[in-house]
Protein backbone atom coordinates (compact mmCIF):
# COMPACT_ATOMS: atom_id res chain seq x y z
CA UNK A 1 0.00 0.00 0.00
CA UNK A 2 1.38 3.93 -1.09
CA UNK A 3 1.38 5.84 1.98
CA UNK A 4 -1.71 7.88 0.80
CA UNK A 5 -3.35 4.48 0.53
CA UNK A 6 -2.72 3.42 4.09
CA UNK A 7 -4.15 7.49 5.39
CA UNK A 8 -7.08 6.63 3.61
CA UNK A 9 -7.49 3.17 4.86
CA UNK A 10 -6.72 4.70 8.91
CA UNK A 11 -9.05 7.18 8.00
CA UNK A 12 -12.14 5.05 7.11
CA UNK A 13 -11.39 2.74 10.10
CA UNK A 14 -11.82 5.89 12.42
CA UNK A 15 -15.01 7.48 10.75
CA UNK A 16 -16.34 3.99 9.52
CA UNK A 17 -15.53 1.90 12.23
CA UNK A 18 -15.21 4.20 15.22
CA UNK A 19 -11.98 2.83 15.66
CA UNK A 20 -9.18 5.18 17.66
CA UNK A 21 -6.10 5.41 16.82
CA UNK A 22 -4.95 3.52 20.51
CA UNK A 23 -6.74 1.09 19.24
CA UNK A 24 -5.17 0.58 15.87
CA UNK A 25 -1.97 1.78 17.76
CA UNK A 26 -2.67 -1.61 20.26
CA UNK A 27 -3.51 -4.15 17.30
CA UNK A 28 -0.25 -3.49 15.28
CA UNK A 29 1.82 -3.09 18.28
CA UNK A 30 2.58 0.35 17.71
CA UNK A 31 2.65 3.69 19.48
CA UNK A 32 0.21 6.44 19.01
CA UNK A 33 2.69 8.45 17.65
CA UNK A 34 3.45 5.95 14.75
CA UNK A 35 -0.02 5.25 14.10
CA UNK A 36 -0.12 9.19 13.78
CA UNK A 37 2.70 9.18 11.32
CA UNK A 38 0.86 6.79 9.13
CA UNK A 39 -2.21 8.89 8.99
CA UNK A 40 -0.13 11.80 8.13
CA UNK A 41 1.67 10.18 5.15
CA UNK A 42 5.22 10.71 7.26
CA UNK A 43 6.07 6.74 7.91
CA UNK A 44 4.76 3.53 6.38
CA UNK A 45 3.78 0.52 8.23
CA UNK A 46 5.67 -2.53 8.11
CA UNK A 47 4.08 -5.23 5.61
CA UNK A 48 2.88 -7.42 8.30
CA UNK A 49 1.22 -4.18 9.89
CA UNK A 50 -0.36 -3.30 6.10
CA UNK A 51 -2.12 -6.99 6.18
CA UNK A 52 -3.34 -6.55 9.67
CA UNK A 53 -5.05 -3.00 8.48
CA UNK A 54 -6.10 -4.55 5.42
CA UNK A 55 -7.83 -6.88 7.08
CA UNK A 56 -9.20 -4.65 9.64
CA UNK A 57 -10.71 -2.58 6.90
CA UNK A 58 -12.19 -5.77 5.27
CA UNK A 59 -14.06 -6.30 8.55
CA UNK A 60 -15.29 -3.00 9.43
CA UNK A 61 -16.70 -2.64 6.07
CA UNK A 62 -18.36 -5.70 6.23
CA UNK A 63 -19.81 -4.81 9.63
CA UNK A 64 -20.81 -1.13 8.53
CA UNK A 65 -23.81 -2.73 6.41
CA UNK A 66 -25.23 -3.61 9.72
CA UNK A 67 -23.68 -1.19 12.65
CA UNK A 68 -23.25 2.19 12.95
CA UNK A 69 -19.62 3.14 13.77
CA UNK A 70 -19.46 3.21 17.73
CA UNK A 71 -21.18 0.03 17.87
CA UNK A 72 -18.86 -1.72 15.58
CA UNK A 73 -15.75 -0.42 18.04
CA UNK A 74 -18.00 -1.95 20.69
CA UNK A 75 -18.76 -5.07 18.26
CA UNK A 76 -14.61 -5.70 17.36
CA UNK A 77 -14.03 -5.19 21.39
CA UNK A 78 -16.48 -7.68 22.88
CA UNK A 79 -16.02 -11.04 23.41
CA UNK A 80 -18.38 -13.28 20.67
CA UNK A 81 -19.61 -16.43 21.86
CA UNK A 82 -19.72 -17.39 17.85
CA UNK A 83 -15.78 -16.84 18.36
CA UNK A 84 -15.17 -19.12 21.83
CA UNK A 85 -15.46 -15.97 23.71
CA UNK A 86 -12.74 -14.29 22.16
CA UNK A 87 -12.49 -10.57 20.86
CA UNK A 88 -12.44 -10.20 16.58
CA UNK A 89 -10.01 -7.87 17.28
CA UNK A 90 -7.50 -9.98 18.97
CA UNK A 91 -8.17 -12.70 16.50
CA UNK A 92 -7.65 -9.85 13.66
CA UNK A 93 -4.07 -9.70 15.18
CA UNK A 94 -3.46 -13.14 15.22
CA UNK A 95 -4.24 -13.26 11.38
CA UNK A 96 -7.50 -15.55 12.43
CA UNK A 97 -10.04 -12.92 10.21
CA UNK A 98 -11.84 -16.04 8.60
CA UNK A 99 -13.04 -16.90 11.87
CA UNK A 100 -14.02 -13.44 12.20
CA UNK A 101 -15.70 -13.21 8.46
CA UNK A 102 -17.53 -15.68 9.09
CA UNK A 103 -19.76 -14.83 11.70
CA UNK A 104 -20.51 -11.86 9.33
CA UNK A 105 -21.58 -14.01 6.77
CA UNK A 106 -24.03 -15.04 9.32
CA UNK A 107 -25.48 -11.58 9.43
CA UNK A 108 -25.62 -11.21 5.31
CA UNK A 109 -27.69 -15.03 5.66
CA UNK A 110 -29.72 -13.11 7.93
CA UNK A 111 -28.74 -15.72 10.79
CA UNK A 112 -28.56 -14.76 14.70
CA UNK A 113 -25.30 -13.96 15.62
Same mark, same amino acid.
Given at each position: ???????????????????????? !?????????????????? !? !??? &????? %????????????????? &???????????? &??????????? %??????????? %? %? !?????????
Amino acid at each position: MSDAAVSRVLNTLQKDGGLQGKDI !ATLTNVSKATVHRWITGK !A !APQ &PKNEL %IISDLNHVVQKLRDYYK &PKTIRLCLHSRH &PGLGGERAIVL %IHQNRTDEVLT %I %I !ARLDADAFV
